[in-house]
């Protein structure tokens, strides 16, 4: 479930003056940013910006951009585009880091649907002039290259089909794989990245009936190479994507020092999906809420913006 | 008594590529038992003379027959499907058939576009409740396995921006994997990583400049290079240099020994020609086609050949 607040009757009109007041003349209103984008869904920013084109000449985002400054200009700006295009540039970003965020690529190859992965590459086309799989290519190397390309350029069946056989003989691969740990990572990737998510589901049931343990517990322990690094959080957002939010929101405030990036990217990313959730689990695993733990280690304008994305009443 | 050019005309219509079904009809309709028997004893290649004195049809002859009045059907088919549809079936039956058909995969694979590709891939949800990744993953067990997975699944950016760097360095790339094989013949160059994934992954106008500036560095066009892999040199003539891989499909199937499958392949490019550039290709070939094909099936391939249609 989401968890952003949308008011019943939205003028998108209105909403376009009320963030070109809040951007004119000395200084910015950031509450006025916060209480209008904090409170629209994708469609409503989208109008928003042509409303706010349409009446001023002017692109809202690149004015938002020059206006706004640090932790939160970067969260607005993240929030603002359309999840699509706001995927292909957490992926950009990721994939251009001197040492590259492929558990980024991992989420979002593995998270969303397949309709919306589609949307994503091809919004990466048009941003970059690239496909995003000969991006990833050109920037990773050996068998992490081949699990995160297989995993970008995957369009799975999204049917609610699914082969008990092939659950069966399948999930024994996997358990040969991981209990030895010499990992036949071609298998592998070829299981991960190519079966439907429901086939994916009925499998790593079958790996805990047989095992008596699941297949993430398996995964835990040392950190180990480049390949495992990019498989354990592969194996966890397909297995269960709010479990793995919760804890990437977790490991995120936990730091000393807040883990900015990644606070941004759930909280944006998850607050029109399935937010709600994983706040649901963030407290029954740390007895905190969510709301509080956020408020806690952020500050400012940013802990404002999360805060309205988390549903919190103004 | 049928006469010898009656003979003729029958041999004929049952000759060549498809069925010549105009003069079957006016033969047929004229003929009685007396008549038939006559033409049976003339058309020594349909008919042998059986030990208990009849003439029997040859199994064989009536094997390729059935092939042969498939055609039309089969391009009917074909032409009216949804190019979706239509591709996802020839995925399909291509992995059924097993490894000397994994070309047509190839075929399907490069010379789409990228939401033409899309677009079969999804049918192919439809059809058949899997992704055609789980399908070739599952079933291809032989060294072509991630190439013919990594073809289906990209989805190229379709631009004409090329970053000349990066083709001159792939070109490298490719002949350091290609030559690194021709000696060690435990692993093909196409199951090199730097192999499949600039093929898979790079854009065709890009391809293209790699394959230009790989002539400059070797002797050999890639294709030439990789005359032992037979899938591999489909894969970048397809991608680089359709128009090749086309004629040659053409010339084969229009052969006066051509197999069944290659006559098939004829079908599948008819039917396909609007989503590939086959301009040029089908005027050279038109003559051939004229001379060595019959009937229905030769209208419509000439039908939707004809120029003025592309």
């Not at chain 1, 295009?85 to 965020?101: G, H």
């Not at chain 2, 040859?58 to 092939?67: C, F, G, M, P, V």
Request: aromatic share 6%; charged share 35%.
């Amino acid at each position: 479930m989401a968890t952003i607040d949308v008011p019943e009757q939205v003028s998108v009109l209105a909403d376009a003056e009320a963030l070109r007041k809040a951007c004119k003349g000395w200084g910015t209103d950031e509450k006025a940013i916060i209480s209008v984008l904090g409170h629209r869904n994708a469609v409503q920013r989208k109008q928003i910006r042509l409303a706010y084109e349409d009446l001023y000449q002017e692109d809202l985002i690149k004015r938002l951009e020059s206006e706004l400054s640090g932790d939160f200009e970067e969260a607005v700006y993240r929030w603002i585009l359309d999840p699509a295009d706001r995927d292909a540039v957490l992926a950009n970003v990721a994939i251009k880091k001197l040492s590259p965020d492929h558990h980024v690529i991992v989420e979002i190859s593995c998270t969303r649907s397949p309709e919306e992965l589609l949307a994503v590459r091809r919004a990466y086309q048009a941003r970059y002039k690239h496909s995003l799989e000969e991006d990833v290519a050109a920037h990773t190397k050996g068998d992490t290259r081949k699990l995160l390309v297989a995993l970008v350029s995957a369009f799975r069946y999204d049917g609610e089909e699914i082969n008990t056989r092939v659950a069966n003989s399948e999930a024994k691969v996997l358990h040969e794989a991981v209990k030895d740990k010499e990992f036949n990572h071609e298998e592998i990737i070829r299981i991960l990245s190519t079966r439907s998510k429901m086939q994916l589901m009925a499998t790593f049931n079958r790996y805990r009936d047989d095992h008596g343990t699941t297949i993430t517990k398996n995964l835990e322990g040392d950190s180990g190479d480049e390949f495992l690094k990019t498989l354990r959080p592969t194996i966890r957002c397909l297995n269960d994507p709010k479990k793995y939010f919760e804890k990437v929101l977790r490991n995120s405030i936990r730091r000393v020092g807040t883990d900015e990036d990644a606070l941004t990217r759930v909280i944006v990313t998850r607050a029109e999906k399935d937010l709600k959730d994983v706040k649901e689990l963030y407290y029954k695993r740390n007895s905190v809420p969510l709301d509080q733990a956020v408020a806690k280690d952020t500050s400012g304008d940013y802990k404002a913006l999360l805060l309205t994305l988390l549903g919190k009443e103004d | 008594m049928a006469n010898p050019c009656e003979v003729e005309v029958l041999n004929n219509a049952l000759s060549g590529i498809g069925v010549d079904e105009k003069s079957l009809v006016s033969i047929l309709t004229k003929s009685q038992n007396e008549h038939k028997k006559s033409m049976r004893k003339g058309c020594s290649k349909f008919f042998l003379e059986d030990e208990r004195q009849f003439e029997r049809w040859n199994d064989s002859a009536i094997k390729s027959l059935k092939a042969e009045f498939k055609l039309f059907k089969d391009v009917v088919v074909l032409s009216l499907m949804h190019p979706w549809e239509r591709d996802a079936r020839l995925f399909k039956k291509a992995l059924k058939k097993g490894p000397p058909h994994y070309n047509v995969i190839v075929e399907i694979a490069c010379t789409r576009s990228s939401d033409q590709l899309l677009g079969a891939r999804k049918a192919y949800h439809s059809l058949f409740d899997r992704s055609i990744e789980e399908d070739l993953a599952s079933h291809v067990k032989g060294s072509e396995r991630k190439l013919l997975v990594a073809l289906v699944s990209a989805y190229r950016y379709e631009g004409p921006k090329v970053k000349e760097d990066a083709a001159k360095s792939e070109a490298k790339a490719l002949l350091n994997a290609i030559k690194n094989n021709n000696g060690d013949h435990k692993k093909k160059a196409m199951e090199e990583d730097e192999v499949i994934w600039i093929l898979t992954t790079r854009s065709k106008p890009h391809l293209k400049v790699v394959y230009e500036q790989y002539k400059k560095i070797s002797a050999k066009t890639i294709t030439e290079e990789l005359e032992v892999e037979l899938l591999l040199k489909e894969t970048v003539e397809c991608l680089c240099t359709p128009q090749t891989y086309f004629t040659r499909v053409f010339d084969t199937a229009l052969r006066e020994d051509a197999k069944e499958d290659a006559k098939k392949a004829l079908t599948r490019l008819v039917a396909t020609q609007e989503d590939v550039d086959l301009k040029g290709i089908a005027a050279k070939f038109e003559d051939k086609i004229k001379e060595r094909v019959k009937g229905a099936y030769k209208d419509v391939l000439l039908g939707v050949l004809a120029d003025d249609r592309q």
